[in-house]
């Protein structure tokens, strides 16, 4: 018989979390020191820290407020997203140093642009938790975005290593972790959610949904994200006309996510959560597609954020069924397909404009290679961590705990919803 | 007899809205290309996307919030304020760029100026939209929308056409904009609320109050806009010092708003919603009166939220009474009467300081001109489009649904306050 | 027999705060002028405006949320930070015009510079504030926050005076300041409070209790002030280096505060207010300890939440208990001790680095000297404002109306909580 109380985190997440920092500590003395910064000039610091600190509000405040809509679950989804995010940026400033920096000694030396691609590793670790909110405890969520920063690194180093040969399109570093980026994390954790399904949640768990207050909170986040993606592409690809792009992208976005959601409902009324998720979907796939021109920007927006929608209201249910796979946060049709979908459109578009047939037969050969490589590692790796994440040692929650923040968090006069 | 469920929007919005969103990308494809940025330095790009962002997160996300302190009209006020802004700067950009640029060609080269311009335009949309918050549907409120911003970019080209004459004198062209964006989208506003009254929602909606929680959000929306909004007058006017002028401005504002709040109530306490309009005046009136001395600042910021504060007490209800018009945010305390205040503060401090009689009189007449022409154009278009709106083919929602949430968006659970 | 209503504030704030204000205005008038910006250039203006904006934000929207966990208080913890804020930066403007700065005439001219100073000691006022939050009203807030202003500017100005002489260890103005903000302010609060202790309260008030909305507010909050911290810090010992430290030092403390809160829990549950004041531990410490090597910041990060959790846990009910000494948000935990850990820091650093004996003395001396003076100077001024605001004159609430907005708001309808 399930004991009555969830699994105390007492013996499991102090020890691991504490031992992982005093090791992260331990290397940091070891390998880690400061970039010179007196050879830099102020306003080149000044701006490289404009740039860091929007992605920062992106990674810490709009990620963590992203699933505060499921309404017993806010201080869960803003605090364990906090948690990861922090440890994995320290694991990522890490692993980019020893794999994707080029070196002379062991020694790495951390700058403004350090800190902006271990932000984004942790990003790819965020995206992957939104699959599993609420079903994981965080001793999971911390072990899982390690495996996750670890595959992401991983993944791109053998990007930059085996696509490198063929000089004449030669992937920017930036631009194969714009495209795996968001591809990655949401197979990684959609995958991860697939073993870990609880058949005894049934196809709706009763705690999860969202009230108006708990809506607002993730219409904040989702807000955040919304305003400063524009700045999270620029730092993604390192090229200013992206800005344009992503912006004109996400105004069409809002349009369509809000006329399709009232569309596709019987009722005629909007849904929020599918919204909040869909007005993302078209930056996400400018950040793969790369565009710079304004009607392809507007019209991949568009269909961005349509098949979003549509994903939300249809795709969602019927991978839940038929492959016993649930979603939290819909990261399938937030992240995966419009990952995806400006990943196409950016290969079609360098196609169309390619003279030689030879160069366009290597240069789709190439994407499609590491598109594949992408999708296989991601869900090859996702299915491991959620086999090694199904161990009992970990101490999960049992089904009636989950998206509940009572099972974790202190609430010392029972003040909820009282 | 009136069906008992609100209307559906099926028929309406999403085929107007995407409809609307095609012709833009059309008209985009034809007409929009992003400037030449290879031209431009990184840090002259970085510095106005800066200044971009401002006021991205004041349209955006400060303007969002602001009317969720209707206790169940949080979803439509930031979701409605996103939709019609997302729209707003895709139309201004086109109107901004045919009307308002020099151009060789037909073709409109966009930059970071273009789009702030265009989220101005979108600001005074907003501001309009805040008289009829909670008793328009969304089909409404966009067509509203495109009206105003219409009318806003016609009337800052009258004025350029018009009263650029006389040269000792010449308004720049942000000069203008500043001193109506404020004054013009709040009057519109008014008048379409006037227009659009509903006898049966009596003096006081049941559901038009607010709760400490939706309190809380509007709150969050106010400091936004509060702490930003140096940046908001600094893109307005383009003069650097009044970013000072404007924080000075605001920190009398709350000063003096929390004050005078407390000193109107009989009972000695302070009205969350009045503060929260009021705090704002400082800096509108401080956008049109450009004044560089900082007591004068001080003052103005001092008379603004002053008359702000009182407008909410006492001119609120007795427009109500005596015009029969509703105004849910109270746009014309907070944006009317503090802009027009600024306005005549910056001709009386011109005035003082003219040497030449003739001048002196010529600048009068001209700024009494402009003013004229903005506001009654501002009164005219806002009766129009209020009557146009009133037609039903907009399906607006019934008397006893006006305020509420739930005519529009999806509760799956009904988790509203259960 | 105690009057059934709390005392109106109607004839205490508004006659206090007006007067006030119109003085500012006046001395403002005589003595403030805007510096010649025709001189700076624009990038040097909008370098030193974004990082003004920062600490805007930090100081505004940060602490003003931070105490909103308060079930029933959010309205008084947002609005009269924000009026406390907003009457301290004037009050610190002149008064560090006066003092602290060199002047030919007995004008100030004020630029970016001054208006982050001027925030900084209304950063200081709203840490004491911290410790009386919910036992006092705004007439006694708004007293305390300009006696604490005035002692801290006073009390930087003795450290310049009289500690200048040796010229071999000058401190910069910039490190003096860094290192009392904390201290001056959390002490200074925490001694007011002590005057101020109302044995009725007991152990526990009734309304002081965060429920899971109110939590969430408190965590946005939260979340920009550690998002935001290492600007903070950049601006507060003007040395680019202290960003990463900061950054570092912030990310161990999200993680030793998580798991340190399990471990001191019976039920190992985590304790959100606890972590919300611990995970700000790390950077109240680096402020102070300015090191420049990464695992010497995160080694400081670490044992600054550690001690911050465990003064939640254990020192907070103790202080209480033994000292009748209540303190709201835990500044002594989140600001007092991690300021003084993050002093002996560097001047152990110092120490260990230098190569003459006698000047380790005379530095370690020197060091002392001005902690002692920082602590002795708050703790007295601190304990004569709380018998200042102790006097009847003020009208301070009844016991029973402690920690609850409807004491000083209006409610119209009655909404909280219907």
Redesign the interface.
């Known amino acids: 018989m399930a004991p009555r109380y969830a699994p105390?985190?007492?013996?499991r997440?102090?020890p691991l979390?504490?031992i992982?920092?005093i090791i992260?500590?331990?290397l940091?003395?070891f390998f880690?020191?400061?970039e010179d910064?007196s050879k830099?000039d102020?306003?080149e610091?000044?701006?490289s820290?404009?740039?860091f600190?929007?992605v920062?509000?992106i990674v810490?405040?709009g990620f963590?407020?992203l699933a505060?809509f499921l309404?017993?679950y806010?201080?869960s989804s803003?605090?364990f997203s906090?948690?990861i995010a922090?440890?994995a940026?320290?694991w990522a400033t890490l692993l980019n140093g020893f794999l994707l920096t080029s070196r002379s000694s062991w020694t790495i030396r951390?700058k403004m642009k350090s800190?902006v691609d271990a932000e984004f590793c942790a990003c790819s670790a965020l995206v992957a938790m939104g699959a599993v909110h609420g079903k994981t405890n965080?001793v999971q969520l911390l072990l899982m975005s390690l495996v996750e920063v670890t595959g992401f690194v991983i993944n791109q180093w053998l990007i930059h290593s085996f696509f490198k040969v063929s000089k004449c399109f030669t992937l920017p570093s930036t631009m194969s972790r714009a495209m795996s980026l968001h591809v990655f994390g949401a197979l990684f954790g959609v995958m991860t959610s697939w073993v870990l399904y609880r058949p005894e949640n049934e196809l709706k768990h009763e705690k999860e949904?969202?009230?108006?207050?708990s809506?607002?909170?993730a219409?904040?986040g989702t807000?955040?994200l919304?305003?400063?993606w524009p700045?999270f592409n620029l730092a993604l690809v390192m090229n200013?006309?992206i800005?344009?792009?992503t912006?004109?992208s996400?105004?069409?976005s809002?349009?369509?996510a809000?006329?399709?959601s009232?569309?596709s409902?019987p009722?005629?009324?909007?849904?929020?959560v599918h919204?909040q998720g869909s007005?993302l979907a078209g930056a996400v796939a400018i950040g793969a597609a790369m565009t710079?021109?304004?009607?392809m920007d507007?019209?991949i927006g568009?269909c961005a954020s349509l098949f979003s929608v549509l994903g939300f209201r249809y795709l969602k249910g019927h991978v839940l069924i038929a492959f016993e796979c649930h979603d939290t946060c819909g990261v399938l049709n937030v992240h995966a397909i419009p990952g995806i979908l400006g990943w196409f459109a950016y290969v079609v578009i360098w196609l169309s404009r390619a003279n030689d047939t030879t160069d366009a037969i290597r240069f789709a050969v190439h994407n499609i290679c590491i598109l594949l490589m992408t999708v296989s590692m991601s869900l090859a790796l996702g299915t491991i961590t959620g086999i090694l994440l199904k161990w009992n040692l970990w101490r999960p929650q049992q089904d009636r705990k989950c998206f509940d923040?009572q099972t974790?968090?202190?609430?010392?006069?029972l003040?909820?919803?009282?």
Request: net charge positive.
């Open positions: 105390s985190l007492w013996s997440l102090p979390a504490i992982l920092q992260f500590i331990v940091f003395a880690v020191e400061i910064l830099t102020e306003e610091f000044l701006n820290y404009a740039v600190q929007d920062h509000v810490f405040l963590g407020f505060t309404v017993r806010g201080f803003v605090g906090m948690l922090a440890m940026v320290q951390i800190l965080p949904k969202f009230s108006s207050k809506g607002l909170f219409m904040l807000l955040f919304w305003m400063f700045s200013k006309i800005a344009y792009g912006y004109l996400l105004a069409v809002v349009v369509t809000m006329a399709v009232v569309l409902s009722r005629g009324k909007i849904n929020l919204v007005i710079t021109v304004p009607w507007m019209t568009f923040d974790f968090w202190e609430f010392p006069h003040a909820v919803r009282k």
